[in-house]
């Protein structure tokens, strides 16, 4: 049995899907379902159990399990509970890695990219103690990813006990099925589909710094199938541990996002760019871009997918039909 923490949220139930299709019915979920239709993503799933997290303490006792894939946290950049989110995202993470460690399981476990803050110190995912202290997150969902990153790499600086197999993912800006529960959190694509298909008007902020044009912001969009796929293989591969960035290692912009959506649809752009609100215009970020050398070396070869492809997919496999779940 395998369990993946998070498995009703967006990466983690498309990553139940792929053991399914893998095979693997013997998938325990553990999460918060809620009232907002997020147990829609996991319909067309098979499931050995469906965990409420505060449970999950009583259920590990005494159990053995293939793998533990830790995804289950607050994701909200917004968030500002600081200790419900250091209960959710790091003490659980803690209690987790530590059962891991005790129960010899292969533990994979999601970081963010918001670790990197602004990106001034780069986004080079080094895992020593000494690069990780230089790294200043600008938001608590953030820092709490970081805060776990840190005691992983200071366990293994020390030489102290670690599952048989670790690895923090640090993902990028990842869109695709499964993400509508997410509210205002949802790729941009996601929320703006509609508006694309409608013909109406969408809008894309203004740049405020010189040089860089309207909607010319950019991230390193990654589709969900990718990063998946990335699980997928390490679980396959259990000689691999450490911190990975998981990105596709090429920026995009915002206007290239949405401009892909309206080719899909064989659609003329309509985009008009706004001014940027003055509360964020000092924080916001103009530039992602993952470095992906690591997790190369380390063996991984399955490549990413082109954005114009992955929003081809997206567009005409989910977004533009009735039933948008995988």
Known sequence: ?????????????????????????????????????????LAKRQL???????????????????AVIHLGAISETTATNGDLVIETNFRLSMRLLDWCTANATPFIYASSAATYGDGGQGFGDDPSVEALK??????????????????????????????????????????????????????????????????????????????????????DFIYVDDVVRVMMWLLATPEVSGLFNVGTGTARSFKDLIVSAYDALGLRPNIEYVDMPEQIRGSYQYFTQSEVDRLRRAGYNGGFTALEDAVDAYVKGFLNRADRYR
């Open 1 to 41: 049995m395998l369990l993946v923490t998070g498995g009703a949220g967006f990466i983690g139930s498309n990553v139940v899907a792929a053991l399914n299709d893998a095979g693997r019915g013997d998938v325990a979920v553990s999460d918060v379902l809620g009232h907002d239709g997020k147990w829609l993503n």
């Open 48 to 66: 050995a159990d469906v965990v409420p997290p505060a449970e999950l303490g009583d259920w590990l006792k005494g159990r053995q399990l293939d």
């Open 134 to 219: 230089k790294l200043r997150p600008m938001n608590l969902y953030g820092w709490s990813k970081h805060l776990f990153d840190q005691a992983v790499a200071a366990r293994a600086a020390r030489g102290e006990g670690l599952p048989p197999q670790w690895a923090g993912l640090k993902f990028f800006n990842v869109f695709g099925p499964n993400e509508y529960h997410k509210g205002t959190m949802m790729s941009v694509l996601a929320r703006r589909f509609d508006d694309i298909r409608e013909g109406r008007v969408v809008q894309l902020f203004k740049s405020h710094r010189h040089g860089i044009a309207d909607g010319d912001q950019r991230r």
